[in-house]
């Protein structure tokens, strides 16, 4: 049967899948990156996966997988196929196309980012179903967004349209990994919930989700801890949406499993906000942790569209030597 490979590459965890041409998952794996070992051992470990899966679709599908969608976190220059910078895998410049293409004997590849792949996954079967035009952010260890246009995902003239967790929200303020100082990811992300409320109740292991539990349980702190992020959110959505005037923000991302703890106080948050600017659906994100991995599967199948449509400007490995006119 055919079908392509799907990869998303997390900090700790990758996740896997076969995929058919419907989008059903024939076959799903887990595996971990190995980051302790550093940056190169991530790399073998993705190329030995990637062989694995290849192997295993051969052995369950009767043939191996017509092209390959890997996503990865950070900076991703999607039209070379380099993972240009990843923080949490200590990556700079990794050519994931080349490495992943020369070891399953040419195959295509396609290489996304894993937020804009999980929001383009949320457009055709999630939570932006319907919509035209939405936004989504996942508020995880840091903050991503997907600007979906139609049935895509902007990608911007580098690769990096929509990072919204780089807006500055207080100008001034917390030194981010960026090099700018306030960013939005630094007051919203699960991360920055997380340690703003381990040190306002003195517990070092306290979580994001602890916080959500004491605000649903009403403690004074967390509230106030809480709604700092909830206002530092507003600030940073409410300048997302006066520039895209999307029909629905999608939320995701570990810090949205609060549910209306979040959803209730942010929708409030950016009423207050906006003038002109109509307020889009607030909504939660619909495909959880495996959109990145079915974001990875439509990139691959969106890739084969795209070869087919013009095989001369993106050759297959197997399609056949065009045949040129002698002079
Ligand atoms: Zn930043």
């Known amino acids: 049967m ?4 799907a990869l998303d590459v997390g900090g700790t965890g990758m996740k896997a899948a076969l995929v058919a041409p419907d989008g059903r998952l024939l076959h799903q794996a887990r595996r971990a990156t190995g980051r302790h070992r550093g940056p190169e051992a991530v790399v073998d470990e993705i190329l030995r996966f990637a062989a694995d899966l290849h192997a295993e679709g051969e052995a369950r599908l009767g043939r191996g997988a017509s092209a390959f969608g890997v996503t990865v976190p950070g900076i991703v220059d999607a039209d070379r196929g380099v993972a240009v910078y990843a923080a949490n895998l200590g990556w700079r410049d990794v050519p994931l196309r080349a490495l992943i293409g020369e070891r399953l004997h040419g195959i295509p590849v396609a290489v996304g980012h894993d937020v804009r792949a999980g929001g383009l996954a949320e457009g055709r ?10 936004l989504f952010v996942a508020l995880g260890t840091g903050i991503a967004g997907a600007i979906g246009i139609a049935g895509r995902v902007e990608e911007g003239a580098h690769g990096n349209a929509g990072e919204i967790g780089h807006v500055v929200v207080r100008p001034g303020g ?8 306030g960013c939005l990811e630094r007051y919203a992300s699960a991360s920055a919930v997380s340690e703003a409320w381990a040190r306002a109740c003195g517990d070092p292991d306290a979580d994001a989700a602890d916080c959500a539990a004491a605000v649903a349980r009403g403690d004074e702190r967390a509230c106030e801890v809480w709604q700092e992020a909830v206002d530092a959110l507003a600030d940073g959505l409410v300048t997302g949406l006066t520039l895209l005037d999307p029909q629905r923000l999608i939320i995701g991302g570990g810090l949205a499993e609060a549910g209306e703890t979040l959803f209730a106080p942010l929708r409030e948050a950016v009423d207050a906000r906006i003038t002109f600017q109509r307020r889009p659906e607030i909504v939660p994100a619909d495909l959880g942790d495996t959109a990145g991995c079915l974001g990875a599967g439509l990139l691959a199948w969106d890739l084969l569209d795209a070869e087919a449509a013009s095989p001369a400007a993106a050759p297959s490995p197997d399609a056949p030597t065009p045949e040129v006119p002698a002079p």
């Open 174 to 181: 917390a030194p981010c990994p960026c090099g700018q100082l």
């Open 125 to 134: 079967a999630g939570a932006g179903r319907g919509a035209a035009r939405f």
């Open 2 to 5: 055919k079908h392509v490979i």
